[in-house]
């Protein structure tokens, strides 16, 4: 038995489980299972799949176990991937049948893309990575890890988003140049809608047309 787990049994972990499901039944013909993991839920089934504790999916007899995270916050992802991998749990990726990954990309392990997701060519995206529904990074992008886009997210090419930053539903990031690319800072948030023309520092929250800080970076 080879055990697959949606970290997060939330309202994201429930919108991936199809993915997952589909996923699994494209890699594997051995015999495998697919669970919710949820320290915090009073359900033991949701949408029709168990729900295990931490402990019980790290105990439980598999012949493998394999990881992903439906969990917003990009710190609390960060941690639980370090346990689960410090474990011997390996991460895998949850993707969509219609997202579209064009040519010479490199993405991180974790990467969760939602329908109608987007990677044009030549992008570098680090571990974790969740693109929602209806986003898309354009070339030559540079992406760290642990970054979250909400859904519709517009990421132009030559653009550099640093670890944790988080790109609200519907945000455009206006496309840098090769000799000088907009970069988003790491933990920065890009607010619903707001229209990045230029760098934003780290730790910063940017909001609105052209994006302006409604709280300064780190450093300001």
């Known amino acids: 038995m080879i055990i697959y787990a949606i970290i997060g049994a939330g309202g994201f972990g429930r919108e991936v489980l199809p993915l997952a499901r589909e996923h699994?039944?494209?890699?594997?013909?051995?015999?495998c299972r697919i669970v919710f993991v949820d320290d915090g839920s009073k359900e033991d089934h949701i949408n029709g799949i168990e729900v295990m504790t931490t402990e019980a999916f790290k105990t439980a007899p598999a012949v493998d176990k394999f990881f992903n995270i439906a969990i917003g916050n990009s710190k609390v992802r960060e941690k639980i991937a370090v346990d689960m991998i410090s474990t011997g749990i390996k991460p895998f990726a949850i993707t969509s049948i219609n997202s579209v990954v064009l040519d010479e990309n490199t993405i991180g392990d974790g990467v969760i893309l939602c329908?109608?997701?987007?990677?044009?060519?030549?992008?570098?995206?680090?571990?974790?990575f969740h693109a929602n529904i209806y986003s898309y990074v354009?070339?030559?992008?540079?992406?760290?890890?642990?970054?979250?886009?909400?859904?519709?997210?517009?990421?132009?090419g030559n653009v550099i988003i640093e670890d944790h930053a988080y790109i609200g539903t519907g945000a455009i990031i206006?496309?840098?140049?090769?000799?000088?690319?907009?970069?988003i800072g790491e933990g920065a948030v890009v607010g619903m809608g707001a229209v990045v023309t230029k760098s934003v520092p780290a730790g910063s929250v940017m909001v609105g047309n052209p994006a302006k800080p409604l709280r300064k970076g780190l450093g300001s």
């Open 174 to 183: 206006k496309q840098g140049t090769l000799e000088k690319p907009i970069v």
């Open 24 to 31: 699994v039944r494209v890699a594997t013909r051995d015999e």
């Open 115 to 128: 329908p109608f997701t987007t990677i044009t060519s030549n992008a570098k995206i680090g571990k974790f």
């Open 138 to 156: 354009a070339h030559d992008c540079v992406i760290g890890d642990f970054v979250t886009f909400a859904p519709g997210v517009k990421c132009n």
